[in-house]
């Protein structure tokens, strides 16, 4: 006759941690929830602002047609975050408008958009002036000369623009037609763009 017979074995647990080390993990748990409190608290601040400085307002009583848009950061490696003055308007296309990020430029005397954009707007090259640009650089480059139409709230406003033989070129609203009709403010302390119409 066998016997099997066995050891009951119960695994005890032995605290030895010091306690400094135990304070020290629950400030370090504590710190990272902080943190990612705070985290959360800026986010969602950020987000209440741009929102409200994110849309167009139409004042009835007076006509007043005013655009606001928030600044762009852009992170360049020489200079670190940029605020860039850049605007996402609808523009008509053979699709219907289409929502484009311009960079808004004070110092651009006409619109001034990559060669794809012409066949998205159906803009004939055949037809339209071929003419010489000249940006600060110096080296001239050649450009068609037609137009686009862009969504300022709910009006559509015609702007001269030129499209140049590269599709590298910078989607660019300059003074031409915008600022013809429309007073700009570029205010960097809001960071705040305002697009209003004149009366």
Do not use: C
Not at 114 to 130: E, I, M, Y
């Amino acid at each position: 006759m066998a016997y099997l017979s066995f050891d009951k074995h119960v695994d005890s647990v032995s605290d030895n941690t010091p306690t400094s080390t135990k304070i020290q993990a629950i400030v370090k748990v504590v710190s990272l929830f902080g943190f990612a409190a705070v985290l959360g608290g800026v986010v969602l601040v950020n987000t209440l602002v741009k929102g409200k400085v994110s849309q167009v307002t139409i004042t009835d009583s007076f006509g007043k047609l005013e655009y606001s848009v928030p600044y762009k950061n852009t992170l360049y490696e020489s200079f670190g975050f940029v605020q860039e003055p850049k605007v996402t308007m609808p523009m008509k296309t053979l699709k219907g408008y289409v929502d484009t990020v311009f960079l808004l430029d004070s110092g651009a005397v006409v619109s001034t958009l990559p060669l794809q954009a012409a066949q998205d707007t159906g803009v004939d090259l055949s037809k339209a002036k071929r003419i010489t640009l000249q940006g600060f650089s110096g080296v001239p480059a050649f450009a068609y000369l037609d137009k686009i139409t862009i969504k300022i709230g709910s009006t559509p406003v015609e702007l001269p623009a030129t499209f140049t033989e590269s599709n590298a070129t910078t989607y660019i609203l300059g003074r031409k037609g915008l600022f013809d009709d429309f007073t700009i403010n570029f205010d960097n302390v809001q960071r705040v763009i305002t697009i209003s119409k004149r009366s």
